[in-house]
């Protein structure tokens, strides 16, 4: 049994549709409790005066997203090793966290994974938390 909600973190709702790479943005907007195309839009033009990328749907820059999370005070955790392993869904701290994994983002609510597909078999590299 694997610990996973699937969920588009209001994609749908704003709007938008078709499949994207949006998984920092659909991250964000549930850990954070902020409304989707609310949050799209606002990395979208972080991205744009970065990169000259204009668009949150098929990623967001590391760099885009690290300041977005620290100006509400998240801070980043590597993730902790386990028997020569990193960690997964279930290793995560109790609370909201947001676990970066190989070319994945997914918030993780009390080792659940709240994704729009099943990533609960990808390995976590670190995580974003409040202080």
């Known amino acids: 049994m694997t610990n996973y909600i699937m969920t588009d973190g209001g994609r749908?709702?704003?709007g938008y549709?078709?499949?994207c790479g949006d998984c920092v943005v659909r991250a964000i907007s549930?850990?954070?409790k902020l409304d989707y195309k609310e949050t799209y839009l606002d990395l979208a033009r972080r991205q744009k005066e970065l990169t000259g990328k204009r668009s949150a749907r098929n990623g967001v820059h590391k760099e885009v997203f690290n300041k977005f999370l620290k100006e509400r005070g998240w801070v980043w955790?590597?993730?902790p090793k386990f028997n020569g392993?990193?960690?997964y869904h279930q290793?995560?701290?109790q609370g909201v966290v947001i676990a970066r994994m190989a070319g994945h983002i997914a918030a993780v609510i009390d080792g659940t994974v709240y994704d729009s597909f099943d990533s609960t078999r990808k390995?976590?590299?670190g995580y974003w938390a409040t202080a």
């Open 12 to 14: 749908a709702d704003a």
């Open 17 to 19: 549709k078709g499949a």
């Open 30 to 32: 549930i850990a954070l």
């Open 77 to 79: 955790h590597s993730a």
């Open 85 to 87: 392993r990193k960690a």
């Open 91 to 93: 290793d995560m701290p």
């Open 123 to 125: 390995m976590i590299y």
